[in-house]
C-alpha cells in the first residue's frame, strides 16, 4: 500500500470513528424525535450534525447514524426554515449504498496487501464491503453450575482485515480459580464470502494455517451472530490497535 492510499484509509478509519461516537446502533436515537421540535432539541439528541443546507423554506441538518448489521447509514432532518422546527427526516438509500461502494474501494487496496511482518497473507475470496460490514467485536460465555465449568470466548474482526480469537475454559473444584485448566487463541488474517444473511469467513494464522468459519445472522434485535454454530453477541467497535 502507497502513501497516499495509506492517507485515504486512515481518512475513512477516523470518519468511520467520529461517527461511532454517536454510540453503537445510534440509529435508535430517532425514536426521540418527534415533529415540532426544535433544533436545540434535536441536537441534544444526536448531536452536531455532519453538514447542514438552507433553501428557500427548509433547513436540512445531515447525520451519519450506527445501524447495527448496516453500518453507518447518512440521514437528514428537515426543519422548517422561519420557525427552525422539525419537520420529517428520512435517509437516502442510494448515498447509502456509495458510501458502502466507496469504503470497499478504499480499503481494498489495504485488504489486498501482505499483512504486517510475520502475518500471513489471507487465503480464499473476499469481499471487501461484506468484510466491513461485519466487522466487529463478539463475544460468548457460557457456565454450567451443576459442572463447576465455565467458558468464554471472543472473535475480533478488524476492517483492516487482521483477526484476534481468545478462549478460556475452567472447570472449577475447591481450589480452582478462572482459566487455569486451559487458554487458547490466535491472530492472523481473514476474508470473507457470502452475504449479509450467512456465509463462510476464512481463518489464516500466522504459522500459514487456515480454517473456515461458517457465520449466519442470529438475532439482529438481540445483535447475535452465529460462528460455527456457537451464538456471539455483538459487542462494539473491534478493538484493533
Not at 60 to 71: A, D, E, M
Amino acid at each position: 500500500m502507497n502513501r497516499v492510499q495509506g492517507v485515504v484509509v486512515s481518512a475513512v478509519l477516523l470518519t468511520t470513528a467520529a461517527c461511532a461516537s454517536l454510540g453503537m446502533n445510534s440509529v435508535e436515537k430517532l425514536n426521540q424525535l418527534s415533529p415540532g421540535q426544535t433544533s436545540d432539541e434535536v441536537q441534544a439528541i444526536l448531536g452536531e450534525p455532519e453538514s447542514s443546507e438552507l433553501t428557500e423554506d427548509k433547513w436540512v441538518l445531515r447525520y451519519v447514524l450506527h445501524q447495527n448489521w448496516r453500518g453507518f447509514v447518512p440521514y437528514y432532518m428537515v426543519f422548517d426554515g422561519d420557525t427552525r422546527t422539525l419537520e420529517t427526516w428520512y435517509t437516502d438509500e442510494a448515498e447509502y449504498q456509495r458510501m458502502q461502494e466507496q469504503m470497499g474501494e478504499v480499503v481494498r487496496p489495504l485488504l489486498e496487501a501482505q499483512g504486517q511482518a510475520g502475518a500471513a497473507t489471507p487465503a480464499g475470496p473476499n469481499d471487501p464491503e461484506l468484510q466491513g460490514w461485519i466487522t466487529g467485536n463478539y463475544y460468548y460465555f457460557s457456565s454450567s453450575m451443576i459442572a463447576s465449568a465455565s467458558s468464554e470466548q471472543s472473535v475480533v474482526l478488524c476492517v483492516d482485515g487482521r483477526f484476534r480469537t481468545t478462549g478460556e475454559f475452567s472447570a472449577s473444584g475447591t481450589d480452582a480459580t478462572w482459566g487455569t485448566a486451559s487458554q487458547s487463541g490466535g491472530d492472523g488474517r481473514w476474508t470473507i464470502s457470502g452475504d449479509r444473511q450467512s456465509g463462510t469467513i476464512t481463518l489464516t494464522f500466522g504459522d500459514g494455517s487456515s480454517r473456515n468459519m461458517v457465520y449466519q445472522v442470529g438475532s439482529q434485535e438481540e445483535q447475535t451472530m452465529l460462528f460455527d454454530q456457537v451464538r456471539f453477541v455483538y459487542a462494539g467497535v473491534a478493538d484493533c490497535g
